[in-house]
């Protein structure tokens, strides 16, 4: 097959693709808009951008720029370039695609690929037809020591197009830490989302209560949010950073002007969790959590502490006055699933939970957040108890498709 794949130039315009949590669309729209009228970095043209309910396209965009965009929206889930639109016959094979995209300057040599096939509409070429395609021409899987990305193949009528992930590892991969393990938690790029739209109906909060805390999700992405950070800021590293013309100059610029903005920030976060062995992985992150603000440099300043036990046991104004009694808060709320399968049924305990909130709201301070409901009872059942019509937002997780109400 002959492969034509252009070599990559930092300053040439080129087609990307972002793509985007379910549920996400608009608000990345409105925050596209923004960042193409007021940009941090120079230009000399003016970037085109297309919405889809799943990710967005950036066209007449320079790697810069495409980078600036990265930066800027914390949510996004994969970076990609598109490579081609490639029409796929009965004489096509993969063969010379991964020699043409490391020639191209696309692919370091110490990274292999995931081909990811996938086929949309009808189609007379399935998934499989397109993974044994590949198997046909790379039947040796990638070296356990190279990085990995993904290759993804798109399968549309008879074309197929192409497209390389630049980030590597996905980006909910904020950083160098171990997962809980036990735990399925919110994946970190919706959890930013939701965070991000309670900031707009709840900005500058001077503490950050999070029951039901899990694997902490919640708790890190929004102090991450609160303090300006984004992907340049996090310790780990991205494909495109091994490009040979990856501008170091540009990304170490946008991770400046993005913690600038909130490098005064005084945050105070309380947590808790039933069980001892997620409360010991909790103190651990939290005291990691802490070492990275401090290596960033920021003037931030930072009060966590955690408490074993049943968030509908704690007296609200007793937590309150030992956090300082703060004027502010975000409750982000996300009932573990063992909690809600245990009677077999979410009204009992999405009723509690109202109930418990009301204690919440009963305090001299200011109560934002919202609540995740994994089906119509659960919802239905929050709304009647807490008495009001409240905004709901839905989202898709883990093939769930979830009711977030904001309170």
């Excluded at 925050?31 to 889809?52: A, G, W």
């Excluded at 931030?300 to 030992?322: Q, R, T």
Aim: charged share 25%.
């Amino acid at each position: 097959m002959d492969w034509k794949i252009s070599r990559f130039k930092a300053g040439q315009p080129r087609r990307w693709e972002f793509l985007l949590p379910p549920g996400s669309a608009k608000e990345t729209e409105a925050l596209l808009k923004t960042i193409v009228s007021d940009p941090f970095l120079p230009r000399t043209h003016v970037p085109e951008f297309k919405v889809f309910p799943e990710k967005f396209i950036l066209e007449k965009t320079n790697f810069r720029q495409a980078l600036e965009v990265l930066a800027r929206i914390p949510w996004i889930r994969d970076f990609r370039l598109n490579l081609g639109k490639f029409y796929l016959d009965g004489e096509f094979s993969f063969d010379g695609l991964l020699e043409q995209i490391k020639a191209s300057k696309l692919l370091p040599e110490n990274w292999g690929v995931r081909f990811h096939p996938q086929v949309r509409g009808r189609a007379e070429v399935s998934r499989e037809d397109l993974q044994s395609l590949w198997e046909d021409s790379y039947s040796e899987p990638s070296s356990e020591k190279e990085k990995q990305t993904e290759l993804n193949a798109l399968m549309v009528g008879e074309d197929l197009v192409l497209s390389i992930s630049l980030a590597g590892e996905p980006l909910f991969k904020r950083g160098n830490f171990s997962p809980l393990s036990k735990s399925a938690p919110m994946r970190e790029d919706s959890a930013v989302f939701l965070l991000s739209l309670l900031e707009k109906k709840s900005p500058d909060p001077d503490a950050i209560f999070v029951p039901f805390a899990g694997s902490g999700t919640f708790v890190w992405e929004s102090i991450s949010l609160l303090n300006g950070l984004s992907f340049p800021h996090y310790d780990r590293s991205y494909l495109f950073q091994d490009l040979e013309e990856f501008p170091s100059p540009t990304w170490e610029f946008l991770k400046k002007r993005l913690s600038e903005i909130r490098s005064d920030l005084s945050l105070r976060v309380w947590w808790n969790d039933l069980e001892e062995d997620v409360c010991s992985y909790l103190e651990e992150r939290g005291s990691l959590y802490q070492k990275f603000i401090k290596s960033l440099g920021t003037n931030a300043k930072l009060m966590i502490s955690g408490e074993l036990g049943d968030f509908f046991s704690f007296s609200p104004k007793e937590v309150w006055n030992s956090m300082g009694s703060p004027k502010k808060i975000w409750m982000p709320l996300n009932p573990p699933y063992g909690l809600r399968i245990k009677n077999g049924s979410n009204a009992g305990l999405y009723r509690r939970i109202a109930e418990t909130l009301k204690e919440w709201w009963a305090l001299p301070t200011d109560i934002s957040g919202f609540i995740l409901c994994p089906d119509e009872e659960s919802w239905s059942v929050f709304q009647k108890s807490i008495g009001n019509k409240l905004e709901t937002v839905h989202i898709t997780h883990g093939g769930i498709d979830l009711r977030v109400v904001f309170f």
